[in-house]
């Protein structure tokens, strides 16, 4: 599978993934996650940009701060929903794009003050390279937020098989990277990136006992979230 393969599945899930935001607990936690995560981090005035911005719901959090966003994802349906959604909120400072991440590479150097990528990484070969490639984009002081699964997580391991048995879950076809967190500050640290905030969330599925009885729990939650903020020893590369 490669990046197109990535794209054309999430096109295929778009109106479902956008109504996610609406029904499903686990897409409200995730919100509830991010929305945090962008109190802390974005401030009124900001350059942001959401880098994978799916059907633009952590763009319009960030706009809600003042921010100028930027949002950019490789499928065109998630773009449509995100212009429809702007299109009905014109006083949200907030803009839309079809893109790839490698167009940013030409993009100048701190050029944004955030950026934020939540759910994207995993489905690129390059996890460090492209941490390198976001990196580049934030002045000192500038703040990169990401999201992606934990590597720690007994669960992922365990999906991780199931997926090599069954081919279930179906998305997992196209995950490429995962990581845990002291893999991630040790790449943040490459990139000239310094680790400033980490947790992690989304339970694995399942009642806890069974959780318990399986071990499930161990190694901590589904889903990894890693703030770096750029250090003063970094080059225009991104690279300490």
Wanted: with cysteine; net charge positive.
């Amino acid at each position: 599978m490669n990046t197109t393969d990535a794209v054309d599945w999430h096109t295929s899930i778009a109106e479902d993934f956008a109504a996610g935001y609406d029904r499903s607990p686990r897409f409200r936690e995730r919100l509830a996650v991010w929305r945090g995560l962008i109190a802390r981090h974005v401030h009124g005035g900001d350059r942001v940009l959401d880098a994978g911005c799916g059907a633009g719901t952590f763009s319009f959090e960030a706009a809600d701060r003042g921010a100028r966003v930027e949002g950019i994802d490789g499928s065109p349906a998630m773009i449509a929903l995100c212009r429809k959604r702007a299109a009905a909120s014109p006083q949200a400072d907030v803009r839309f794009d079809v893109a790839l991440l490698e167009t940013l590479s030409t993009r100048p150097a701190g050029s944004v003050d955030v950026v934020m990528s939540s759910s994207v990484l995993e489905y690129l070969p390059d996890l460090e390279g492209e941490v390198a490639r976001l990196a580049r984009l934030l002045p000192v002081g500038g703040r990169l937020l990401l999201s992606l699964p934990n590597a720690a997580s007994r669960y992922r391991r365990i999906e991780r098989l199931a997926f090599r048995l069954t081919r279930r879950p179906r998305y997992y076809a196209h995950v490429r990277s995962l990581a845990t967190e002291a893999e991630m500050r040790d790449i943040f640290a490459r990139c000239g990136l310094e680790m400033i905030e980490t947790t992690d969330y989304a339970v694995p599925p399942g009642p806890a006992w069974l959780r318990r009885a399986l071990g499930l729990d161990r190694g901590g939650q589904m889903l990894l979230v890693a703030v770096g903020r750029r250090g003063v020893d970094a080059d225009a590369t991104g690279t300490p």
